[in-house]
């Protein structure tokens, strides 16, 4: 009975939407109930979260599952075809996407990150990749070691150790952390190079911290400490106290993550970015862009098991990319949305999921 | 033949039980296989662990396809484990061997199965309340008043929280084994005219020596695979051994569930591979202290035999 009525309700409101969507010609019906799985990134989670249940509202029949399970998660399953959707922080790899040529990365948004610091009496930090290689290869240990004087002339930097805090999960932040560091500092290029987990040189007295919201517990409980912060924690991390640093970037000046320069490093790559989409966001050339942008990507198998399912996968990433990049979304995470060339890339990349 | 249907029944599904552990166990060392052969000894005797370079070509070392760079060594996490673990046990001893004296001998019957209770209430408490307590609570406190560098995170953590967590388990095996001490026993030592520490450490305690060290295993046992409560407060140590109390450490359980993740993104599959390897020196580890505290514990049951 109970079915019954669900079937007949949900079938008048698809006939209405559908109605309606030829009156108005915009609004998009899913008139089958397909079921799709979203899991991965951490990071996206809670926008995946917003997502869904905004879409559902308009979008009857709409049955979408969100789950987080972290971003190499997210990419396996969805090679594996266990998910519809993997959320992930870092695009597919050449290698993986030889193995799997039919998987997509779709950017969905724009995500960067904060580098902060526990420094008391310091407000105004700046560091650089070749400082932060420095800290976290151990080389690099007193906050008034000459090279972060150097990057900060007329602050009083205290004569105490530094103590470094990084991800112990595999982590998207970790990736294009340690992208950042990779691309401006050969030293860390060449030895632990990137990726979402990196066997971080010993240092002793470092700290090993699980998810964002361990970072910013470990960076608020240890004075002298400095550490890289997803940008949906900037409201925590400000209410904690902590320092943002600006960061060097490849035109030689040092820039504090804002909208303006978030948008200044998405906006210089966003007419090179190839048909793909993968690519790196981090240290590009713009004058006054923030050195760690990422695109968060939606993973996804090109080839799906049915067509009503690509159907519904292609309605909702269409929704996310347009309606989803509103600043209402935005807003709450700190994400910023996907520059007008980078949305027609992803439009044409998910056209062609079938 | 008389079929007996009941007895068919309850036979096949006690095979159950055995031969689930057999398929994990089987499960990892296939799984494992090819980890197994291109780590060799080296596993269990380095201390880098690094899952390479997965954004670059795979290369071919020893005719296994693997990422550059990749280098698996776990004394890291085997050391951190074993210490860890020993040292929550350590604590964790005196604390629930106090506890169940004090139920069984000063609390009035009428209280001791609320207090009792109480005691047992912990050991259902989720391993990652544990965990958010020692990040807000235990963690500062480490670094603030006791360690020398002021970071809280490390060896000592993890062992306090796996302390907290296995005490109850402990007590509350000794305190049923207490009760369980024949009246007589406690009586004849009093008439002897023992006073009441006397009659607990020379009447009682022998008795229920074989109990404590199955506590202790069991306990053991949940501290070597406890994993959420240890990846929040440990302070994920690696590549280096942990030299001091405060030195962050990595356990092996919090260790494969820190990298799994990263590890699904390989695309040769080495790192899961060695991930399960990993589980596979865990899971004898473990196999390794029941077993050796079966031993002790019948040992001890033959020197009260050889006494009495």
Same mark, same amino acid.
């Given at each position: 009975?109970?079915?019954?009525?669900?079937?007949?309700?949900?079938?008048?409101?698809?006939?209405?939407?559908?109605?309606?969507?030829?009156?108005?010609?915009?609004?998009?019906?899913?008139?089958?109930?397909?079921?799709?799985?979203?899991?991965?990134?951490?990071?996206?989670?809670?926008?995946?979260?917003?997502?869904?249940?905004?879409?559902?509202?308009?979008?009857?029949?709409?049955?979408?599952?969100?789950?987080?399970?972290?971003?190499?998660?997210?990419?396996?399953?969805?090679?594996?075809?266990?998910?519809?959707?993997?959320?992930?922080?870092?695009?597919?790899?050449?290698?993986?996407?030889?193995?799997?040529?039919?998987?997509?990365?779709?950017?969905?948004?724009?995500?960067?990150?904060?580098?902060?610091?526990?420094?008391?009496?310091?407000?105004?930090?700046?560091?650089?990749?070749?400082?932060?290689?420095?800290?976290?290869?151990?080389?690099?240990?007193?906050?008034?070691?000459?090279?972060?004087?150097?990057?900060?002339?007329?602050?009083?930097?205290?004569?105490?150790?530094?103590?470094?805090?990084?991800?112990?999960?595999?982590?998207?932040?970790?990736?294009?952390?340690?992208?950042?560091?990779?691309?401006?500092?050969?030293?860390?290029?060449?030895?632990?190079?990137?990726?979402?987990?990196?066997?971080?040189?010993?240092?002793?007295?470092?700290?090993?911290?699980?998810?964002?919201?361990?970072?910013?517990?470990?960076?608020?409980?240890?004075?002298?400490?400095?550490?890289?912060?997803?940008?949906?924690?900037?409201?925590?991390?400000?209410?904690?106290?902590?320092?943002?640093?600006?960061?060097?970037?490849?035109?030689?000046?040092?820039?504090?993550?804002?909208?303006?320069?978030?948008?200044?490093?998405?906006?210089?790559?966003?007419?090179?970015?190839?048909?793909?989409?993968?690519?790196?966001?981090?240290?590009?050339?713009?004058?006054?862009?923030?050195?760690?942008?990422?695109?968060?990507?939606?993973?996804?198998?090109?080839?799906?098991?049915?067509?009503?399912?690509?159907?519904?996968?292609?309605?909702?990433?269409?929704?996310?990319?347009?309606?989803?990049?509103?600043?209402?979304?935005?807003?709450?995470?700190?994400?910023?949305?996907?520059?007008?060339?980078?949305?027609?890339?992803?439009?044409?990349? $998910?056209?062609? $999921?079938? | 033949?008389?079929?007996?249907?009941?007895?068919?029944?309850?036979?096949?599904?006690?095979?159950?039980?055995?031969?689930?552990?057999?398929?994990?166990?089987?499960?990892?060392?296939?799984?494992?296989?090819?980890?197994?052969?291109?780590?060799?000894?080296?596993?269990?005797?380095?201390?880098?662990?690094?899952?390479?370079?997965?954004?670059?070509?795979?290369?071919?070392?020893?005719?296994?396809?693997?990422?550059?760079?990749?280098?698996?060594?776990?004394?890291?996490?085997?050391?951190?484990?074993?210490?860890?673990?020993?040292?929550?046990?350590?604590?964790?001893?005196?604390?629930?061997?106090?506890?169940?004296?004090?139920?069984?001998?000063?609390?009035?019957?009428?209280?001791?199965?609320?207090?009792?209770?109480?005691?047992?209430?912990?050991?259902?408490?989720?391993?990652?309340?544990?965990?958010?307590?020692?990040?807000?609570?235990?963690?500062?406190?480490?670094?603030?008043? &006791?360690?020398?560098?002021?970071?809280?995170?490390?060896?000592?953590?993890?062992?306090?929280?796996?302390?907290?967590?296995?005490?109850?388990?402990?007590?509350?095996? &000794? &305190?049923?084994?207490?009760?369980?001490?024949?009246?007589?026993?406690?009586?004849?030592?009093?008439?002897?005219?023992?006073?009441?520490?006397?009659?607990?450490?020379?009447?009682?305690?022998?008795?229920?020596?074989?109990?404590?060290?199955?506590?202790?295993?069991?306990?053991?046992?949940?501290?070597?695979?406890?994993?959420?409560?240890?990846?929040?407060?440990?302070?994920?140590?690696?590549?280096?051994?942990?030299?001091? &109390?405060?030195?962050?450490?990595?356990?092996?359980?919090?260790?494969?569930?820190?990298?799994?993740?990263?590890?699904?993104?390989?695309?040769?599959?080495?790192?899961?591979?060695?991930?399960?390897?990993?589980?596979?020196?865990?899971?004898?580890?473990?196999?390794?202290?029941?077993?050796?505290?079966?031993?002790?514990?019948?040992?001890?049951?033959?020197?009260?035999?050889?006494?009495?």
């Amino acid at each position: 009975m109970n079915i019954l009525n669900k079937l007949r309700r949900t079938g008048v409101a698809a006939l209405a939407i559908a109605s309606l969507a030829g009156v108005t010609g915009t609004a998009k019906a899913q008139t089958v109930d397909v079921p799709l799985i979203e899991s991965g990134s951490s990071l996206l989670y809670p926008l995946f979260n917003d997502w869904v249940a905004a879409y559902s509202a308009d979008h009857p029949g709409a049955d979408i599952t969100t789950t987080s399970t972290g971003s190499g998660a997210g990419i396996a399953q969805a090679i594996k075809g266990l998910i519809n959707i993997g959320a992930s922080d870092a695009y597919v790899s050449d290698s993986l996407e030889a193995k799997n040529p039919t998987i997509l990365s779709i950017p969905l948004a724009i995500s960067s990150q904060e580098v902060n610091y526990n420094l008391p009496g310091v407000t105004n930090l700046k560091l650089s990749g070749p400082i932060l290689a420095g800290i976290y290869e151990g080389k690099i240990t007193q906050w008034n070691d000459p090279a972060i004087a150097a990057a900060n002339p007329g602050v009083a930097l205290p004569n105490h150790v530094i103590v470094p805090i990084h991800r112990l999960d595999g982590s998207g932040d970790t990736f294009i952390f340690t992208q950042y560091l990779s691309a401006s500092d050969s030293g860390w290029a060449s030895t632990l190079k990137y990726g979402t987990a990196v066997s971080w040189p010993a240092i002793s007295g470092e700290i090993g911290a699980k998810g964002n919201s361990g970072m910013l517990a470990a960076a608020a409980a240890n004075q002298y400490s400095v550490a890289y912060i997803g940008i949906s924690y900037a409201d925590k991390v400000a209410s904690a106290g902590l320092g943002t640093a600006a960061l060097l970037n490849k035109a030689g000046n040092y820039v504090l993550p804002t909208k303006d320069s978030i948008s200044a490093a998405a906006e210089s790559v966003a007419n090179s970015t190839p048909a793909d989409e993968r690519i790196s966001m981090i240290f590009t050339d713009a004058p006054n862009a923030y050195p760690i942008v990422n695109y968060e990507y939606a993973v996804v198998n090109s080839t799906q098991p049915a067509s009503a399912v690509a159907e519904a996968i292609r309605a909702f990433l269409s929704w996310a990319i347009t309606e989803g990049n509103a600043p209402s979304f935005m807003a709450k995470v700190h994400f910023l949305p996907l520059p007008a060339a980078v949305v027609a890339l992803s439009q044409a990349q $998910i056209a062609k $999921i079938q | 033949m008389k079929i007996r249907p009941f007895r068919l029944s309850v036979f096949a599904l006690s095979l159950l039980i055995p031969a689930a552990l057999c398929a994990v166990v089987l499960f990892l060392m296939i799984y494992s296989g090819q980890a197994i052969m291109f780590n060799g000894l080296h596993f269990l005797t380095d201390v880098t662990w690094n899952l390479g370079d997965m954004y670059d070509d795979p290369v071919t070392v020893h005719g296994v396809s693997v990422p550059s760079g990749a280098e698996y060594g776990i004394l890291v996490f085997i050391v951190g484990t074993l210490v860890s673990s020993g040292l929550a046990i350590l604590i964790a001893v005196p604390l629930s061997v106090g506890a169940a004296i004090f139920l069984s001998e000063a609390v009035p019957a009428k209280i001791r199965p609320v207090l009792s209770m109480l005691v047992e209430l912990i050991a259902v408490v989720p391993s990652v309340v544990f965990g958010l307590w020692g990040i807000a609570v235990l963690v500062p406190f480490i670094g603030h008043h &006791l360690s020398p560098t002021g970071n809280g995170y490390g060896l000592l953590a993890a062992s306090i929280v796996l302390a907290l967590m296995i005490t109850p388990i402990i007590a509350s095996t &000794l &305190l049923d084994a207490l009760l369980q001490v024949p009246k007589e026993n406690r009586e004849s030592a009093f008439a002897l005219g023992a006073t009441h520490f006397e009659v607990v450490s020379k009447a009682m305690m022998p008795m229920v020596r074989a109990t404590l060290i199955g506590g202790i295993v069991l306990a053991l046992g949940r501290a070597l695979g406890e994993t959420m409560a240890v990846l929040m407060v440990s302070g994920g140590g690696g590549n280096i051994l942990p030299t001091s &109390l405060f030195s962050p450490i990595s356990t092996i359980a919090s260790f494969v569930a820190g990298q799994l993740d990263s590890a699904e993104a390989d695309p040769t599959n080495m790192s899961v591979r060695a991930l399960s390897e990993v589980a596979l020196v865990l899971f004898l580890i473990t196999l390794a202290v029941n077993a050796g505290a079966k031993l002790l514990a019948s040992g001890a049951l033959n020197v009260r035999k050889r006494q009495s």
